[in-house]
């Protein structure tokens, strides 16, 4: 099967590494989604497996579409009993870009018709229930292209499960993960999250280097499908579970995470609780400009608050301070901020070694890297 891992604008090349390191080649990278080609179990690996995509998508067919007869003659072509049950229920979701059809409510309207008359005929009935499992079927049109996917996540795989509770403005999990691979964080350098919130880059950034798969907790939508039966399931789960290397790398984190909202870090408590990593992580309430450590070769990772999150200016102003006096007092330290100001460089006086494009949802964002030096090989 033709299989799309979402995700987030500027992550694809993250996610595409992580699925080299699980073993697949024959990956392709567009904006937006990364494809490859795979089974039934291929796709539940990876929705327990993958750490910065949205969602696990098959793709049914795909074809040009001008006009509503175009739609459905197409989408009843599609094999869709071999997709979705008898008895399989079937929502439809659209969304359109540039094309010709540009009513959602209808193009639902047309393909869940000829879908459910193709299933008619491929199925030999003159009825369809929808008692059993949830197929969930996505039409996307673009530039008067329609792709037909079914989704196999349900709820976004930034949901790992653990954060029952958020901040005001909380941070995707899959975001948050990338953040830390896209850093110089290792187990032995001690890290630090000065604005850290409910927690997320910490917990996530924990999880990550310990192994834990992040959908080792959850379900998924494609749970209880005939092609995947529990058996099936429960075997890569044990293999990602096999995986975990926290009894390992548990004594060698050093984590801590500052903020001066007590709130938000009873939130934080309770998210690391949740996840399993309270016990490594160092929550305490800190004004940023108190921050310093005698530590070496330690990673700030940070989402500070920007924009209608801050507040006045002269909130920003104090950032940007402690900002500069933690670069002169931590100079051995690398700095990671994920920001929407663009003139964050020329605020804390100093450009980055590295900035990536990313956004939060439609929010453009910079993802800004700093680099201290590099560690002291240690003698054998």
Known sequence: MRIFI????????????????????????????????GSYEDVYRLNVNVSAGERVLICVGEFRATSFDQLFDNTKHLPWEYYIPA??????????????????SDCQRIVKKAIVERLKTGHSTSTLPETGPRYPVIVSIHNDIAQLMIDTSGDGLHKRGWR??????????????????????RPERPLIDPMCGSGTILIESALREMHVAPGHARSFVCDGWKQLPFDLTESIRREAA???????????????????????????????????????????QRDFAELSSKKQYGCIITNPPYGERIGDKSAIKKIYSAFRNAMKELP?????VLTADENFENEICRKADKK?????????????????????KKDN
Request: net charge neutral.
């Open 6 to 37: 979402t995700t987030a604008f500027g992550l694809e090349a993250v996610v595409a590494r992580e699925l080299e390191k699980m073993g697949y080649s024959d990956i392709a990278t567009e904006n937006g989604r990364i494809t490859l080609n």
């Open 332 to 336: 051995t330290w690398s700095f990671y």
């Open 242 to 284: 096999a995986k975990d290397r926290s009894e390992q790398i548990r004594p060698m984190l050093d984590i801590c995470g500052y903020d001066i909202d007590r709130r938000v870090l009873e939130t934080a408590r309770r998210n690391a609780k949740d996840a399993g990593v309270a016990d490594i992580i160092h929550f305490q």
């Open 87 to 104: 008895n399989g229920a079937i929502p439809v979701d659209a969304k359109s870009v540039n094309s010709a059809l540009f009513s959602l």
């Open 356 to 376: 990536r494009k990313l956004y939060i949802g439609r929010i453009k964002v910079d993802y800004y890297q700093f680099y201290g030096p590099r560690p002291p």
């Open 164 to 185: 029952a509770h958020a901040g005001d403005a909380p941070l995707k999990e899959t975001l948050a993960n990338a953040m830390a691979a896209l850093s110089f964080w």
